[in-house]
């Protein structure tokens, strides 16, 4: 079965910069799509950016051109997400998701991962 | 890319019915037939439980549907159930990104 394991909370300071990585098992690695959404506390999803795993093409938000880079490694099947330039409204709950292709719906999820900013 | 625009709230008795209005424009409610929706209980991941405006994934009850004219999308949830009462998403393709809802908090009365 499809299974996206994502690290750790983080704990970082204004300024600083966060990887949030998002291991895949299950399925082909190259096969699906990634995404990245995040949610602030008590706040709605946010769709961050996409990543084709195959050939490492990219697509972000404008809100986080500049600041936002998604790579992966095929090797270990493993997705990575670093924000940087962190400030206190970067705290969030990051979720890695896949799809089937660049357009089609988002269906298999992380289980979030943490990021507190804070001085 | 602004956001698409949902009610803040709706609510409904076990039974009835309700509908989820989500609202974007031609870059991308209209623009595409790919609307999907998700629903979220407190502390836990998104699950999809409409994609492609109007299609359900296996294993989620076809008391919930889809449609969509023109710019606004809707979600209806029919016989509504206690363990309905969740956050709901919509999130449309939009070109290269995604678009979501600012969320609507389903209370079951």
């Known amino acids: 079965q499809v299974q996206l394991v994502q690290s750790g909370a983080e704990v970082k300071k204004p300024g600083a910069s966060v990887e949030v990585s998002c291991k895949a098992s299950?399925?082909?690695?190259?096969?699906?799509?990634m995404h990245w959404v995040r949610q602030a506390p008590g706040q709605g999803l946010e769709w961050m950016g996409i990543?084709?795993?195959?050939?490492?093409?990219?697509s972000y938000a404008q809100k986080f051109q500049g600041r936002v880079t998604m790579t992966r490694d095929t090797s270990t099947s493993t997705v990575y997400m670093d924000l940087s330039s962190l400030r206190s409204e970067d705290t969030a709950v990051y979720y890695c998701?896949?799809?089937?292709?660049?357009?089609?719906?988002?269906?298999?999820w992380g289980q979030g991962t943490l990021v507190t900013v804070s001085s | 890319q602004s956001a698409l625009t949902q009610p803040r709230s709706v609510s409904g008795s076990p039974g009835q019915s309700v509908t989820i209005s989500c609202t974007g424009t031609s870059s991308d409610v209209g623009g595409y037939n790919y609307v999907s929706w998700y629903q979220q209980h407190p502390g836990k991941a998104p699950k999809l439980i409409i994609y492609?405006?109007?299609e359900w994934p296996s294993g989620v009850p076809d008391r919930f549907s889809g449609s969509k004219s023109g710019n606004t999308a809707s979600l209806t949830i029919s016989g509504l159930q206690a363990e309905d009462e969740a956050d709901y998403y919509c999130c449309s393709y939009a070109g290269s990104v995604r678009v979501f809802g600012g969320g609507t908090k389903l209370t079951v009365l």
């Open positions: 492609d405006v109007s």
């Open positions: 998701a896949s799809s089937s292709t660049w357009s089609a719906k988002i269906d298999y």
């Open positions: 990543i084709n795993p195959s050939g490492g093409t990219t």
């Open positions: 299950g399925y082909t690695f190259t096969n699906y799509y």
